[in-house]
């Protein structure tokens, strides 16, 4: 029998990304594994949604960092770039880039998000909000509980979401 995640990875491989977030929030139901909070953040950032991808890449690293996990901390820092970037926080993916950097400065895709960020980054005008850096290197411990309560179907009360999340500026026209 297949499992979840195994089900997860080869709809992603298929590019049927809502399946596959499907499948992988089975799989988290069973454990709240980085892996498969990376995935299925990257399936989230697949289909335009930033907010859920950031989300579980924050868990993703604070599951990687529990775990004491190096190289899943900059693979999640690393969605967690591409969300931030996505929702317009380019100053703030620009800080998640240089933690990636130093965490595994040969993370696949990392040159190319840095090219790319940095590149909007410097075509946006001084004072503009996307520049901004409010995003800390280790989310808030907040958001693992508002994506277990997510699983669990439940709803966890506004005081209780990390801030990073609720912070957000207009996405930019990159």
Do not use: C
Not at 20 to 46: E, F, G, M, N
Not at 127 to 136: F, S
């Amino acid at each position: 029998m297949t499992s979840h995640a195994d089900r997860g990875a080869s709809l992603m491989a298929a590019k049927n990304y809502p399946l596959a977030i499907d499948s992988y929030t089975q799989a988290l139901k069973t454990s709240l594994s980085p892996v498969w909070l990376i995935q299925r953040s990257t399936a989230y950032q697949r289909t335009n949604n930033h907010t859920a991808a950031l989300k579980d890449a924050e868990a993703g690293v604070l599951q990687g960092k529990e775990r004491g996990k190096r190289d899943l901390i900059a693979q999640a820092q690393l969605r967690r770039a591409v969300a931030l970037f996505r929702l317009g926080r380019i100053g703030d993916a620009r800080m998640v880039l240089i933690w990636v950097r130093k965490l595994n400065e040969k993370e696949k895709g990392l040159g190319m998000w840095v090219e790319t960020v940095t590149k909007a980054y410097e075509a946006l005008p001084e004072d503009d909000d996307g520049r901004k850096v409010i995003v800390e290197e280790w989310p808030d411990k907040r958001v693992v509980e508002e994506v277990k309560a997510q699983l669990e179907g439940r709803e966890v009360a506004a005081e209780a979401a990390p801030s990073a999340t609720l912070k957000q500026s207009p996405p930019s026209s990159s």
